[in-house]
């Protein structure tokens, strides 16, 4: 299986201040990897796709980037609706894997 | 718009069966390109893929669960289904139908349902 890795687990931000989220791939998945917000007692909701797409109706201060082993999730100019919970998540083998997740908090 | 609806007992005794049905609304579950999927999440925890299931009938099931694990559709109820047998608490958890969206450069989790909480307890 491939292992999804992200860091940091937690991250105490400010609204306005900008956000970088990593997720590592135990191997090479080129760009098959997805980004996805969940918020308390939600599913989680598609952000971005093929690691740097952005998924239609999503703000663009959300931003994806990476390929092969390490990806970013970015966020600029964090707004109140954004603390939450944020999760990794590869397609490029079976079984499908998620990173263990990185909750955005208010500082 | 797509929408996914879980159903299926909140309380299931241990060594029983867990069974849930995802039902579909605004759209066909014959699409192309469409696996649907369950995946679950343990309370307070991150998310586990269970598996999916094709219209077609074609499935893939997680290792970590594919002895204990069936799923089937019914085109004709536009339905899902999972049942997970010789459950455990360890099974508790809020089970999500989903449906994974594949293309050719692109393979994501785009429609989902509001989860459905099992609580495996005698």
């Known amino acids: 299986d491939i292992q999804m890795t992200q860091s940091p687990s937690s991250v105490s931000a400010s609204v306005g201040d900008r956000v970088t989220i990593t997720c590592r791939a135990s191997q090479d998945i080129s760009t098959w990897l997805a980004w996805y917000q969940q918020k308390p007692g939600k599913a989680p909701k598609n952000l971005i796709f093929?690691?740097?797409s952005l998924q239609s109706g999503v703000p663009s201060r959300f931003s994806g980037s990476g390929s092969g082993t390490e990806f970013t999730l970015t966020i600029t100019s964090l707004q109140p609706e954004d603390f939450a919970t944020y999760y990794c998540q590869q397609a490029k083998s079976l079984p499908l894997t998620f990173g263990g997740g990185t909750k955005v908090e208010i500082k | 718009q797509v929408q996914l609806q879980e159903s299926g007992p909140g309380l299931v005794k241990p060594s029983q069966t867990l069974s849930l049905t995802c039902t579909v609304s605004?759209?066909?579950?014959?699409?192309?390109?469409?696996?649907w999927s369950w995946i679950r999440q343990h309370p307070g925890k991150g998310l586990e893929w269970i598996g999916y299931?094709?219209?077609?009938?074609?499935?893939y099931y997680n290792p970590s669960l594919k002895s204990r694990l069936s799923m089937s559709v019914d085109t004709s109820k536009s339905q899902f289904s999972l049942k997970l047998n010789s459950v455990t608490a360890a099974d508790t958890a809020i089970y999500y139908c989903?449906?994974?969206?594949?293309?050719?450069?692109?393979?994501?989790?785009?429609?989902w349902g509001q989860g459905s909480l099992v609580t495996v307890s005698s």
């Open positions: 093929a690691a740097s």
């Open positions: 989903a449906i994974k969206i594949v293309g050719t450069f692109f393979d994501y989790f785009d429609y």
């Open positions: 299931i094709y219209y077609s009938g074609s499935t």
């Open positions: 605004g759209g066909s579950i014959s699409s192309d390109g469409y696996y």
